[in-house]
């Protein structure tokens, strides 16, 4: 059987919660994420062990610093036995270069995959950072820079996937969260696509949290938005 598209992000405030919720689900039949909030809660430990079960984990740390500390950070990422992490493309050419040189002779290479322009960003807030241009346009130029940085694909929102694919061609992978269910509020993401209408524009992998671990009953949910991509 085919892994699945759909990545959970476990945005919960403890090992428990988590654990509560994942005890219901099969490792084929999604992907788990783990970001900053539940790392920095449960730690590295939680992260083994759920790889260990079986579980395809995405290390959602987003890292961000020098090429030597985030060369680094990723061989520890590594060890953890994730199947993919990320880092920050606005760190740029030399640090994501580090990084994907550490890693390429890791038994184990994780998939590398880099944020370009966060799906919570819209036109005004590049504006405020200084950007010009188009969330689009950015993403593009910072797409580009993690091709020609050797690695395995994006962080993007599904709304910038055809251009992106046309760009990139089809084995780079594009990582969408921003997915809301249609009539879904988007509470703070900016650039939202339902599940489905990501992967018909060309999205791999589909992120999605609160849709999810929020709904009242998540594995409700969670079939509702399996059943809305299972002909996609
Ligand atoms: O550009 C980005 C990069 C990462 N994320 C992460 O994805 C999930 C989305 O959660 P929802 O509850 O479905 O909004 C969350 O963990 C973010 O840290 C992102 O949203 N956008």
Redesign the pocket.
């Known amino acids: 059987m085919e892994k699945s598209r759909i990545i959970i ?1 476990l ?1 919960y405030p403890n090992e428990e919660q988590a654990l509560r919720f994942i005890r219901q689900l099969d490792p084929a039949q999604c992907r788990l ?1 783990v ?2 909030e539940l790392f920095t809660r449960a730690g590295p430990s939680l992260v083994k062990r759920l790889a260990a079960q079986g579980f395809s984990i995405f290390l ?1 740390l ?1 890292f961000h610093d020098i090429p030597h500390t985030v060369a680094r950070a990723c061989l520890a990422a590594a060890d953890l036995g994730v199947w993919m992490l990320n880092l920050h493309a606005l760190g740029g050419l030399s640090m994501m270069k580090a990084a994907q040189e550490a890693l390429a002779n890791n038994p184990s290479r994780p998939q590398l995959i880099a ?1 370009t ?4 960003m819209n036109q005004g807030g590049l504006r405020q950072i200084g950007l010009a241009g188009t969330p689009e346009e950015n993403v593009l130029q910072l797409a580009l820079l993690t091709q020609e940085a050797g690695l395995d694909g994006i ?1 993007c ?1 599904g709304q910038e996937a055809p251009a992106l694919r046309q760009a990139l061609g089809k084995e780079f992978l594009l990582v969408t ?3 809301r269910p249609a009539g879904a509020a988007p ?3 900016q650039r939202v696509l339902t599940p489905r209408e990501a992967l018909t524009k060309g999205a791999n992998y589909l ?5 999810i ?2 709904a009242p009953d998540p594995m409700v949910a969670l079939k509702a938005i399996e059943a809305e991509i299972s002909n996609v």
Not at 207 to 211: C, E, F, L, W
């Open positions: 992000a945005d994420k970001g900053k959602d987003k944020v322009i966060l799906t919570s962080v929102s969260p921003g997915i509470e703070d993401q992120v999605i949290g609160r849709p671990t929020a």
